[in-house]
């Protein structure tokens, strides 16, 4: 029986990003698919803002940046009159836009990304039964060179809808499913319309056709499929690219006479497929010591491309903790932060995904920014510190303000100096590491003895796994005694995305979450918050 800490089933973008974290970190692992080949469809091409956020701490963003094209908004028609315009432009606080690119282009890179760790996907490689036992998972392969048994120290089902593992747990996956087929097609289109905008173009009763700009001048169409083409649901569960019939080009075409809102001739067909679509939602993550990631976990519409964005950031949730268990250094209860801080994210995004596919998205304000996958938090969560209402001095300090508490995504900032560097630095640059981050912000006042006895017991409590940094104020001076990294917070900006005070210490996680906010006055304080992470040494 073969070996490995983790066995990853799928190798969809959620599954790659998995085992591409898991390896960063260290953490053996076997990464199989069923497919012979990577699927050459462009199903999921929306990138969120805050997914190329993680790609930027994973290291795979400039050949990202290389390949993706700026989706700038969507034109609406009805009836071919123009109607309101939705521009995905975001303040300059948020470092990253929205992009296209078609999901085969994604696989790939996110492959290429995993080949640098030293792992390939195992294909023609099906997963035929999974029973957990004696502290491991024993998982059955069916392999081209016969059945194999693999134990793992834990399993992650990345499988999809139908997912193998959800089913072998036996965890319900309840909903429902939307009664019309679609028809998607990956083409060139030949218009007079803006480069970079999408296109929704309703017609009388209910007719839709939906283009997506992909790179190269191509669109991904989607549209109703014809009543007279029947779809048979696998298992209770409708949902996805269906075998069977597949539109011809003609088929596209008539559609696009029928509603595009300018004359258009589409051609150079790569693919096409049938679509079905479910909102459902796994009763729980976990299980023991399997899990669930992506659609294999929460599948809806896919109403603002929130689908492989979610799976992605559930995978990244996911992997840090997962290395951390493997080294035996994760606390009691970590590997459960998974279920508690992914699943009310998944409940949300099914019910907000359904409420759009009925009614619309209007894009303003703070719903753009929920669209971006910037509003996702923990708060109030088993990881975030400090729980409930905050407390005393920081709680005036931030009254009224809108910036990080316990549990947001850590925004990004720049202007920061940092010695030998003759460029501003962004936080982001800090934060490309696997391990947490420690930021002692220093006043005037502050007493820097106070940041080195900070920094050392944050850093024994966390095992070593943990970055410190010193961030001066402008105005501070650094002392020769201090032997810590440092920045200066030349032109405020960090004081002012995180109302930092006086000798404040920010705790933020490898997935790019404010953990804590806390005085480094308080060092036993900072150390009971790492204990919810990191195993008593």
Not at 16 to 36: Q, Y
Not at 52 to 58: G, H, I, N, P, V
Not at 244 to 263: E, I, K, T
Not at 397 to 416: I, K, T, Y
Request: hydrophobic share 40%; proline share 7%; charged share 25%.
């Amino acid at each position: 029986m073969g070996e490995t800490d983790v066995l990853v089933v799928g190798a969809g973008p959620v599954g790659l990003t998995a085992a591409a974290e898991l390896r960063r970190r260290g953490v053996a692992c076997r990464i199989v698919d069923r497919l012979a080949a990577a699927q050459p469809y462009a199903k999921a091409v929306g990138i969120q803002p805050r997914t190329l956020e993680l790609w930027d701490a994973m290291g795979l963003l400039p050949r990202v940046l290389d390949e993706a094209v700026p989706l700038k908004g969507q034109l609406t028609y009805l009836n071919g009159e123009p109607g309101p315009r939705l521009d995905l432009r975001l303040p300059p606080d948020v470092p990253y836009g929205f992009a296209a690119l078609p999901q085969y282009r994604t696989e790939r890179l996110l492959t290429e990304h995993l080949a640098g760790f030293g792992a390939a996907v195992e294909r023609r490689c099906e997963l035929t039964g999974l029973v957990q036992e004696d502290g491991r998972v024993r998982a059955s392969l069916a392999t081209p060179e016969g059945d194999e048994e693999v134990s793992a120290q834990y399993v992650i089902g990345c499988d999809g809808a139908h997912s193998r593992v959800r089913r072998s747990l036996g965890i319900g996956f309840e909903g429902d499913a939307f009664p019309s087929r679609y028809m998607l097609g990956d083409v060139a289109v030949d218009w007079d319309l803006p480069e970079g905008w999408a296109v929704r173009s309703m017609g009388t009763d209910g007719d839709a056709l939906i283009c997506v700009p992909l790179p190269e001048g191509r669109y991904r169409l989607s549209m109703l499929a014809p009543a007279e083409q029947p779809a048979e649901a696998d298992g209770g569960v409708a949902h996805g690219l269906e075998d069977g019939w597949r539109p011809s080009l003609a088929d596209l075409q008539a559609v696009v006479d029928r509603l595009s809102p300018r004359p258009a001739t589409i051609g150079d067909l790569r693919w096409s497929s049938s679509f079905r679509i479910s909102h459902r939602l796994a009763d729980r993550y976990a299980d023991g010591r399997v899990f669930l990631a992506g659609d294999a976990a929460h599948i809806h519409p896919p109403t603002g491309g929130q689908g492989m964005n979610t799976g992605i950031q559930d995978a990244y949730n996911l992997a840090w903790k997962l290395a951390l268990a493997v080294r035996g250094l994760a606390a009691d209860g970590l590997l459960g932060t998974y279920h508690t801080e992914r699943h009310p994210v998944g409940e949300e995004v099914v019910g907000r995904t359904v409420r759009h596919a009925r009614s619309g998205f209007t894009g303003e304000g703070l719903e753009l920014r929920r669209e971006a996958q910037l509003l996702v938090n923990y708060r109030g969560g088993p990881l975030s510190e400090p729980e409930g209402e905050l407390e005393g001095e920081l709680e005036g300090a931030l009254e009224g303000a809108e910036v990080p508490v316990p549990g947001d995504r850590a925004p990004d900032c720049g202007q920061l100096e940092r010695p030998l560097v003759s460029h501003p630095v962004r936080l982001f640059d800090l934060l490309r590491s696997p391990h947490h981050t420690l930021l002692l912000y220093a006043g005037p006042e502050t007493e820097l003895r106070s940041l080195q006895a900070c920094a050392e017991v944050a850093g024994a409590a966390a095992h070593g796994l943990l970055n410190t940094y010193v961030v001066f104020a402008c105005g501070a001076e650094p002392s020769a005694g201090l032997f810590l990294p440092s920045l200066r917070d030349a032109g405020g900006a960090f004081r002012e995305a995180y109302a930092a005070t006086d000798g404040e210490a920010f705790v933020i996680r490898p997935d790019g979450y404010l953990g804590a906010r806390l005085s480094v006055g308080d060092p036993g304080r900072l150390v009971g918050h790492l204990r919810r992470t990191f195993a008593a040494g």
